[in-house]
């Protein structure tokens, strides 16, 4: 009786699963380090790209620049906004106007950069 010796080529090896990209296009994001309490520029991911020593990396623009930034998301934040500013921005979104606050509690709307 011979023995039967099925040779099994080994596997593939198992391409490890790209790290997740937690932000998506348009979001608000900080660059982390920064201190909230000063002026800080918010950006927006414009865009996605490949990981970079394991870190998904990213597009970002600030509307004050006239350039993009790369950077990787473990450098990124979310901007968390309250109520009020979500409001104001989808106003602005959709009328193409700006809500600006008065000191009395009031608001009046102004005319958007369109």
């Keep these: 009786m011979t ?3 099925i040779l099994q080529h080994s596997p593939r090896p198992t391409r490890r699963d790209a790290a997740t990209h937690l932000f998506t296009v348009g979001q608000a994001v900080w660059l982390k380090g920064g201190d909230r309490r000063s002026a800080v ?3 927006h991911i ?3 790209l490949p990981p970079s020593g394991g870190s998904p990396q990213y597009r970002i623009r ?3 620049e006239h350039h993009e930034r790369v ?3 473990d450098r990124l934040e979310p901007v968390r906004m ?5 409001g104001a921005i989808l106003i602005e979104r959709t009328f193409g106007n700006r809500i600006n606050p008065a000191a009395n509690g009031s608001a009046s709307l102004a005319k958007g950069k369109h």
Excluded: I, L
């Excluded at 309250?82 to 979500?86: L, P, V």
């Design 3 to 5: 023995a039967t010796r």
């Design 41 to 43: 520029p918010v950006y």
């Design 46 to 48: 414009t865009g996605t």
């Design 62 to 64: 600030n509307d004050d």
């Design 71 to 73: 950077t990787t998301q």
């Design 82 to 86: 309250s109520s009020a500013d979500e």
